[in-house]
T-cell receptor
Framework: KQEVTQIPAALSVPEGENLVLNCSFT??????LQWFRQDPGKGLTSLLL?????REQTSGRLNASLDKSSGRSTLYIAASQPGDSATYLC??????????FGAGTTVTVRA | DVKVTQSSRYLVKRTGEKVFLECVQD?????MFWYRQDPGLGLRLIYF???????EKGDIPEGYSVSREKKERFSLILESASTNQTSMYLC???????????FGSGTRLTVV
């Protein structure tokens, strides 16, 4: 069974600092890995999708890397803003239709 | 952009009631999913459907059923609501294979 771990559980940084969020998974036989953002009481918003054959994906200030062999992904958010405050979830897609989620990292960006 | 629409943001139901949660997607996706999210337990898969009229149990199907009569609509049914089914319910869809998931905005269900 795929186990997904996100470290740290919570992070507080001053505005402008770069954010580094870590995700690790136990089974390297993945289809893809997806990063989501969740605001309190809301649904999940997809940020980046990395296919198993890719090493990284970028969108604006966001960059996500994938190292399948070591079972790790990292989400970088450059020049953080207060609007980046949210919970970030890592999810690993496998060949059984299922998505395995980490518990999330709750980010607070202080103005 | 793909849209996944959940019909209700907030619902309050009484114990023993039959509850229907509706989810509609507008991009002809093959696969649809129902999750519930609880503090400390994360997201857990209840049921999923990989095609019309097809359904598979997820990790926590007890107390729930689903219906998928049309490709765009996936309904979650609580046959007899109980207080331990108070939760945030999230619907998702994807085309299939290695496609990414798109989630709806969630339904916060409270059973009293």
């Amino acid at each position: 069974k795929q186990e997904v771990t996100q470290i740290p559980a919570a992070l507080s940084v001053p505005e402008g600092e770069n954010l580094v969020l870590n995700c690790s998974f136990t089974d390297s036989a993945i289809y893809n890995l997806q990063w989501f953002r969740q605001d309190p009481g809301k649904g999940l918003t997809s940020l980046l999708l990395i296919q198993s054959s890719q090493r990284e994906q970028t969108s604006g200030r966001l960059n996500a890397s994938l190292d399948k062999s070591s079972g790790r992904s990292t989400l970088y958010i450059a020049a953080s803003q207060p609007g980046d405050s949210a919970t970030y979830l890592c999810a690993v897609g496998s060949n059984d239709y299922k998505l395995s989620f980490g518990a999330g990292t709750t980010v607070t960006v202080r103005a | 952009d793909v849209k996944v629409t959940q019909s209700s943001r907030y619902l309050v139901k009484r114990t023993g009631e039959k509850v229907f949660l509706e989810c509609v997607q507008d991009m002809d996706h093959e696969n649809m999913f129902w999750y519930r999210q609880d503090p400390g337990l994360g997201l857990r898969l209840i049921y999923f459907s990989y095609d019309v009229k097809m359904k598979e149990k997820g990790d926590i199907p007890e107390g729930y059923s689903v219906s998928r009569e049309k490709k765009e609509r996936f309904s979650l049914i609580l046959e007899s609501a109980s207080t331990n089914q108070t939760s945030m319910y999230l619907c998702a869809s994807r085309q299939g294979g290695a496609d990414g998931y798109t989630f709806g905005s969630g339904t916060r269900l409270t059973v009293v």
